[in-house]
């Protein structure tokens, strides 16, 4: 049973950082190329960071680059976003996603979500 458990949200004041992690069970992780979304109240789940199965390549939303750094770490099947400089519009709920690919296919796996609220 493949398992993506989110943790490290939490209530922030502006300005501040946060770290979120995703630790993966039931799957080659090193398979996987892994992502954060977000969904605010009443918008769209978004992309914000993903990060290629080896770790060389990564991509930001425009919203957050050079604000956020998504990283893995391959021998602990744990992925990461660091947050700095949070604003009050990175409210919202963080999902971690993991597209697993294999000779057979390619499968997506989400996790339950954590919160992340930005509030002075």
């Known amino acids: 049973q493949v398992q993506l458990v989110e943790s490290g949200g939490g209530l922030v004041q502006p300005g501040e950082s946060l770290k979120l992690s995703c630790a993966v069970s039931?799957?080659?992780?090193?398979?996987?190329?892994m992502s954060w979304y977000r969904q605010a109240p009443g918008k769209e789940r978004e992309l914000v960071a993903g990060?290629?199965?080896?770790?060389?390549?990564?991509n930001y939303a425009e919203s957050v680059k050079d604000r956020f750094t998504i990283s893995r770490d391959n021998a602990e099947s744990t992925v990461y976003l660091q947050m700095y400089s949070l604003k009050p519009e990175d409210t919202a709920v963080y999902y971690c996603?993991?597209?697993?690919?294999?000779?057979?296919?390619?499968?997506?796996?989400w996790g339950q979500g954590t919160q992340v609220t930005v509030s002075s």
């Open positions: 039931g799957l080659t992780f090193s398979s996987a190329a």
């Open positions: 990060i290629s199965r080896d770790g060389l390549t990564t």
């Open positions: 996603k993991a597209v697993s690919t294999s000779w057979s296919g390619a499968w997506t796996y």
